[in-house]
């Protein structure tokens, strides 16, 4: 079964700094998708960002981008010019390609306290 | 604003009662997920269906059922519940049950169990 591990229960950043959430995970396929959600106070859980294992190329969003090391097996989140409204639960999330195991399995997720 | 509709969004109840929780995809989604988000447990995948058919089964309890209905809404029955099943109960879904398809989540049912 796949894991997804975040290693940094809680994380801060001064506000317009960068910081840089980490995500590994365990798994022994080749066709799969990964993701970074987003819950803030409110519990809602935000898509930030996806990234496809086959494509090299990491994927950006605006100031959020990541660092995908598909042979290392890492994912981490990097996030510029960090706002007071980036403050929120931050949870790494491995999809599998394969039919009949579409579920999203998360990581046990990195608190981000953004200081003014 | 996902799309997901939740209904309640809280809910306390005593242990040994039955619940049900309902959940409205987004308008065009065949697929609907259940996650359960504790403080012990994380978020927790219960079950997935697509166009009214069970696809995916994950930690979900013998106590819990769910299913999709025609017009796609979902309902997540939990039955002889226990402290323990006090948790915030996610639907979610997307329009494809598989690959890169972005998965919106609903903002939660909270349920407190006393």
């Known amino acids: 079964a796949q894991t997804v591990t975040q290693s940094q229960p809680e994380m801060s950043v001064q506000e317009a700094e960068t910081v840089t959430l980490s995500c590994t995970y365990d798994?022994?396929?080749?066709?799969?998708?990964l993701f970074w959600y987003k819950q803030p106070p409110s519990r809602q859980m935000i898509l930030v960002i996806r990234q496809e294992a086959y494509k090299q190329q990491n994927a950006t969003e605006n100031r959020f981008s990541v660092n995908f090391q598909k042979a290392a097996k890492s994912f981490s989140l990097k996030i510029s010019d960090s706002q007071l409204g980036d403050a929120a639960m931050y949870f790494c999330a491995y999809r599998s390609g394969q039919g009949g195991s579409e579920k999203l399995v998360f990581g046990k997720g990195t608190k981000l306290t953004v200081n003014p | 604003d996902s799309g997901v509709t939740q209904t309640p969004k809280h809910l306390i109840t005593a242990t040994g009662q039955r619940v049900t929780l309902r959940c409205s995809p987004r308008?065009?989604?065949?697929?609907v997920y259940w996650y359960q988000q504790s403080l012990d447990q994380g978020l927790q995948f219960l079950i997935q269906y697509y166009n009214g058919e069970e696809r995916a089964k994950g930690n979900i309890l013998e106590r819990f059922s769910a299913q999709q209905f025609p017009d796609l809404h979902s309902e997540l029955n939990l039955s002889s519940l226990e402290l323990g099943d006090s948790a915030l109960y996610f639907c979610a879904s997307s329009a494809e049950p598989q690959g890169f398809d972005t998965i919106y989540f609903g903002e939660g049912s909270w349920l407190t169990v006393v």
């Open positions: 308008s065009g989604d065949l697929s």
């Open positions: 798994t022994s396929e080749s066709d799969y998708y």
